[in-house]
């Protein structure tokens, strides 16, 4: 009753000032539809009321609540021009109305009505057609309740988003997928989430694809599993397997069978239960058929040694054909040339390559491999690779298990060829043996092979050294003594021969290594060539010397180095020794003889230059040398003075030369001089004098003078 008097005494103010103002103000608000998305009551929600042109002085709203217990009339009085106010009261589901009175002075003159709703929603809800799927079917997920639908798959799922509704799914682990919903109005609705298990069991088979002859037998083989874990649905449990032929029939019923080979699709059904029921997972193989199969043919051992035995044997890959349907041949041909077998045994003596050929179920099959030949080569070294009789040599060997050695002369075996695992052996052969010389061999076994390597030891020759203690050259007539080197226990046998004669032995032979010797006088017999044998417990060898007369080199001295004056005496001296003889020859000079003094010669010569030889003789040992003996050319120092060189006329000029001592000295005008000569000779005191004065003639045009 009060609400309604309310009202009417509002609507009596703005029909008693409704003439006033001819214009009235327009109100919006700031949402139509406030979604309210929980029960009525439990949330307050609002809206904000704007004039959109404000003309009143103060503004009067009534606000009447949907009908409900606890939903009043709401009245505010706002009395800024502009008339905006928040609504905050709206905890009612429905339909809210809003009026709006604009007062002036004169009180209400203007009404208008806004209507805001206030949506409450019931909850969506999901449905889903399967909580737990086999791998590879699907669920069908429903949303309820709502107007529109989105889907997001987790990551497990796709990690996808859809717009659709209800959406089917097929992941292949556990996956959610969650709904996000909303009304007709556009109020969103609480997310709601859906989990989908997958019950997984796991199939392989193998081979994934074979190629056989048609109708020949095949192996195929599976490996089953159920998998556990977080990712997939509990308990699931393998039952039973079925296999299908390319023709869809029944094959068998274990994880390995033997079946016919058909051309085609080969499949194998797993059957699993667990929570989502019983499910089939399928594994399948491709099979070819063809009319020629390839062969693997392997043999016991890559190589043998000659004559073992090697197994041949041949393979398909399948299930082997009979052994008579393998022919076999060899490449060098053996005996017999072919033969039959799988596996077949062999002997081969040398690298021999091997081919079959067989048929299996209509298929031609061929294939071929190669067997070599191991050989064996021991190795085999002795102690020393010559030796001196009745010295003991050791022989080693090795690469090999067992060993026989043995050891022959061109007709004696003088180690017997014994076989036992000695790796080494010592023999002493004796000076007839090493003369040949030895061959030893050692025969190696192992593994069923063997080989054979031979080595020689021969006599060793000593390379002894002969030297004479005084030189390689010598005086005739002098004594020296040779020395040999041979070791201890050396025999030493020494001999020489003069050039042209005989080889005579110089003392005894014995074990001293030397042999003074005096060699002979005649300078004819020289080169004197000695020999040397050396005898080491059987062991020889020889050394050659040659001893040849030595030769004087003399020097010749003069007395005057740098040549003589022509008639001067000088001394010419020679060297050689104590004992020495010298034989002086000067150019034929039959006024003057050199004269010989021993060593010295003296001499002058008016005829230089002149060559002076010299023989000397020193116990037998000659040489002989040459001297050239040159004149000597004298170089005079010549001044004038002044030393200008020039002068007046009529004025006297000084002339000096120089010579050295004993020299006499002619000076030459290029005038007549006093007193009168033909060469106009400068008169000096005597010829010894050096310098003198002349005057030239007092007339200017005879100059110059030289």
């Given at each position: 009753?009060?609400?309604?008097?309310y009202?009417?005494?509002?609507?009596?103010?703005?029909?008693?000032?409704?003439?006033?103002?001819?214009?009235?103000p327009?109100?919006?608000?700031?949402?139509?539809?406030?979604c309210?998305?929980?029960?009525?009551g439990?949330v307050?929600?609002?809206?904000?009321?704007?004039?959109?042109t404000?003309?009143?002085?103060?503004?009067?709203?009534?606000?009447?609540?949907?009908?409900?217990?606890?939903?009043?009339?709401?009245?505010?009085?706002?009395a800024?021009?502009?008339?905006?106010?928040?609504?905050a009261?709206?905890?009612?589901?429905?339909t809210?109305?809003?009026?709006?009175?604009?007062v002036n002075?004169?009180?209400?003159?203007?009404?208008?009505i806004?209507?805001?709703?206030?949506?409450?929603?019931?909850s969506?809800?999901?449905a889903?057609?399967s909580?737990t799927?086999?791998r590879?079917?699907?669920?069908?997920?429903?949303g309820?309740?709502?107007?529109?639908y989105?889907?997001?798959?987790?990551?497990?799922?796709?990690?996808?988003?859809?717009?659709?509704?209800?959406?089917?799914?097929?992941?292949?682990?556990?996956?959610?997928?969650t709904?996000?919903?909303?009304?007709?109005?556009?109020?969103?609705?609480?997310?709601?989430?859906a989990?989908?298990?997958?019950q997984?069991?796991?199939?392989?088979?193998?081979?994934?694809?074979?190629?056989?002859?048609?109708?020949?037998?095949?192996?195929?083989?599976?490996?089953?599993?159920?998998?556990?874990?977080t990712?997939?649905?509990a308990g699931?449990?393998?039952?039973?397997?079925?296999w299908y032929?390319p023709?869809?029939?029944?094959?068998?019923?274990t994880?390995?069978?033997?079946?016919?080979?058909?051309?085609?699709?080969?499949?194998?059904?797993?059957?699993?239960?667990g929570?989502?029921?019983?499910c089939?997972?399928?594994?399948?193989?491709?099979?070819?058929?063809?009319?020629?199969?390839?062969?693997?043919?392997?043999?016991s051992?890559?190589?043998?040694?000659?004559?073992a035995?090697?197994?041949?044997?041949?393979?398909?890959?399948?299930?082997?054909?009979?052994?008579?349907?393998?022919?076999?041949?060899?490449?060098?041909?053996t005996?017999?040339?072919?033969?039959?077998?799988?596996?077949a045994t062999?002997n081969?003596?040398?690298?021999?390559i091997?081919?079959?050929?067989a048929?299996?179920?209509?298929?031609?099959?061929s294939?071929?491999?190669q067997?070599?030949?191991?050989?064996?080569?021991?190795?085999?070294?002795?102690?020393?690779p010559f030796?001196?009789?009745?010295?003991?040599?050791?022989?080693?060997?090795?690469?090999?298990v067992?060993y026989?050695?043995?050891?022959v002369?061109?007709t004696?075996?003088?180690?017997?060829?014994?076989?036992?695992?000695?790796?080494t052996?010592?023999?002493?052969?004796?000076?007839a043996?090493l003369?040949?010389?030895?061959?030893?061999?050692?025969?190696?076994?192992?593994?069923?092979c063997s080989?054979?390597?031979?080595?020689?030891?021969?006599?060793?020759?000593?390379?002894?050294?002969?030297?004479?203690?005084?030189?390689?050259?010598?005086c005739p007539?002098?004594?020296l003594?040779l020395?040999?080197?041979?070791?201890?226990?050396?025999?030493?046998?020494?001999?020489?021969?003069?050039?042209?004669?005989p080889?005579?032995?110089?003392?005894?032979i014995n074990?001293t290594p030397?042999?003074?010797?005096?060699i002979?006088s005649?300078?004819?017999?020289?080169?004197?060539n000695y020999?040397?044998?050396?005898?080491?417990?059987?062991?020889?060898?020889?050394?050659?010397l040659?001893?040849?007369?030595?030769?004087?080199?003399?020097?010749?001295?003069?007395?005057?180095?740098?040549?003589?004056?022509?008639?001067t005496?000088?001394?010419?001296?020679s060297?050689?020794?104590?004992g020495t003889?010298?034989?002086?020859?000067a150019?034929?000079?039959?006024?003057?003889?050199?004269?010989a003094?021993?060593?010295k010669a003296?001499h002058?010569?008016?005829?230089?230059?002149?060559?002076?030889?010299v023989?000397?003789?020193?116990?037998g040992?000659k040489?002989?040398?040459?001297?050239?003996?040159?004149?000597?050319?004298i170089?005079?120092q010549?001044?004038i003075?002044?030393s200008?060189?020039s002068?007046?006329?009529?004025?006297?000029?000084?002339?000096?030369?120089?010579?050295?001592?004993?020299?006499?000295?002619?000076?030459?005008?290029?005038?007549?001089?006093s007193?009168?000569?033909?060469?106009?000779?400068?008169?000096?005191?005597?010829?010894?004098?050096?310098?003198?004065?002349?005057?030239p003639?007092?007339?200017p045009?005879?100059?110059?003078?030289?």
């Open positions: 009753m009060k609400r309604i008097t009202s009417s005494l509002i609507l009596f103010l703005f029909i008693f000032s409704s003439n006033v103002f001819a214009q009235a327009n109100f919006s608000t700031s949402s139509q539809t406030v309210y998305n929980s029960a009525p439990s307050t929600v609002g809206i904000f009321v704007t004039v959109a404000p003309l009143a002085a103060s503004y009067i709203w009534v606000i009447n609540a949907p009908s409900g217990t606890g939903c009043s009339v709401v009245t505010q009085t706002n800024v021009p502009n008339g905006s106010i928040v609504v009261g709206l905890s009612c589901c429905g809210y109305t809003i009026t709006k009175y604009a002075a004169s009180g209400p003159y203007d009404q208008q806004k209507y805001v709703l206030v949506e409450c929603p019931s969506s809800s999901l889903i057609s909580q799927i086999c590879g079917n699907s669920a069908i997920l429903t309820l309740g709502a107007n529109s989105s889907w997001t798959a987790s990551a497990s799922g796709g990690g996808t988003t859809t717009a659709v509704n209800p959406i089917t799914v097929s992941p292949s682990v556990n996956a959610t997928y709904m996000n919903s909303s009304t007709a109005a556009g109020c969103a609705l609480n997310p709601l989430v989990t989908v298990a997958v997984v069991a796991t199939i392989a088979v193998s081979p994934t694809s074979i190629t056989a002859c048609a109708n020949s037998t095949i192996s195929l083989t599976s490996t089953l599993a159920a998998l556990s874990n990712s997939v649905a699931t449990v393998t039952n039973s397997i079925i032929n023709l869809n029939a029944q094959i068998g019923i994880r390995n069978i033997i079946a016919t080979a058909i051309p085609g699709t080969y499949t194998a059904a797993l059957t699993h239960t929570s989502a029921g019983s089939t997972s399928i594994a399948t193989l491709q099979v070819f058929t063809t009319s020629t199969m390839p062969l693997t043919i392997t043999a051992a890559a190589s043998v040694c000659p004559g035995n090697v197994i041949l044997t041949g393979n398909t890959g399948t299930v082997p054909t009979a052994s008579s349907g393998y022919t076999w041949s060899a490449t060098p041909a005996i017999p040339a072919n033969f039959v077998g799988n596996p062999r081969p003596t040398a690298t021999t091997y081919s079959v050929n048929s299996y179920y209509g298929c031609s099959i294939g071929t491999i067997v070599g030949m191991l050989s064996l080569t021991p190795t085999l070294v002795s102690s020393a030796s001196c009789p009745n010295r003991s040599i050791t022989l080693s060997a090795s690469g090999a067992n026989s050695f043995s050891a002369t061109t004696t075996t003088i180690i017997p060829n014994l076989i036992n695992t000695n790796s052996v010592s023999h002493t052969p004796t000076l043996q003369n040949y010389p030895i061959q030893y061999c050692v025969t190696g076994y192992a593994g069923g080989g054979t390597t031979c080595i020689s030891v021969g006599l060793l020759t000593l390379t002894p050294t002969l030297t004479s203690l005084s030189g390689a050259f010598i007539g002098t004594a003594t020395s040999a080197t041979g070791g201890t226990g050396s025999i030493f046998s020494f001999s020489t021969a003069p050039i042209g004669g080889n005579v032995q110089i003392g005894a074990t030397t042999r003074p010797h005096t002979g005649n300078p004819l017999l020289y080169p004197f020999t040397v044998s050396v005898d080491s417990a059987g062991c020889k060898g020889t050394s050659l040659s001893v040849d007369i030595l030769t004087i080199n003399p020097v010749i001295v003069s007395s005057s180095s740098i040549g003589v004056c022509l008639g005496q000088f001394t010419l001296t060297s050689g020794g104590t003889s010298y034989t002086w020859t150019p034929p000079t039959p006024t003057n003889p050199i004269t003094i021993g060593n003296i002058s010569n008016t005829i230089l230059p002149a060559t002076y030889s023989s000397v003789d020193s116990l040992c040489g002989s040398a040459q001297l050239t003996i040159s004149e000597l050319t170089s005079p010549f001044t003075s002044p200008s060189g002068i007046c006329p009529g004025s006297t000029v000084s002339l000096h030369a120089s010579g050295g001592a004993n020299t006499t000295f002619t000076f030459y005008a290029p005038y007549p001089t007193p009168p000569s033909t060469v106009n000779i400068i008169p000096t005191i005597n010829a010894s004098v050096s310098t003198v004065a002349t005057t003639p007092n007339t045009s005879l100059f110059p003078f030289s």
